[in-house]
């Protein structure tokens, strides 16, 4: 099984960033996605963005694209979110997430999740 443990969230004002980290532990896999996903109250869960576990290729939401930034460090099986010139609407529980084998942005498809940590971006 494997453990997705997401750090760094917290308060910031809009247009500032912030960095949240994911660790992962447990079973490890070769193919595949680690991705972020978040939801807001009252709102559908959400894809934000995705990094492949092979070559480290990204995908983003159209919604983040070109603010937000996903990374990894194998070395320390940590992916990391990157997050610039944050808005409001950014606001949300974010969620870490990984699936053996898909690519795509359909989180039921995502099999191991994190338990989430809470970013609130004050206009």
């Known amino acids: 099984q494997l453990q997705l443990v997401e750090s760094g969230g917290g308060l910031v004002q809009a247009g500032g960033s912030l960095t949240l980290s994911c660790a992962a532990s447990?079973?490890?896999?070769?193919?595949?996605?680690m991705g972020w996903f978040r939801q807001a109250p009252g709102r559908e869960r959400e894809f934000v963005g995705r990094?492949?576990?092979?070559?480290?290729?990204?995908f983003y939401a159209d919604s983040v694209k070109g603010r937000f930034t996903i990374s990894r460090d194998n070395a320390k099986n940590t992916v990391y979110l990157q997050m610039n010139s944050l808005k409001a609407e950014d606001t949300a529980v974010y969620y870490c997430t990984a699936a053996e084998g898909y690519y795509g942005t359909i989180w039921e498809q995502y099999d191991s999740w994190g338990q989430g940590t809470q970013v609130t971006v004050s206009s």
């Open positions: 990094i492949t576990k092979m070559y480290g290729n990204t």
């Open positions: 447990g079973r490890t896999f070769s193919t595949g996605s």
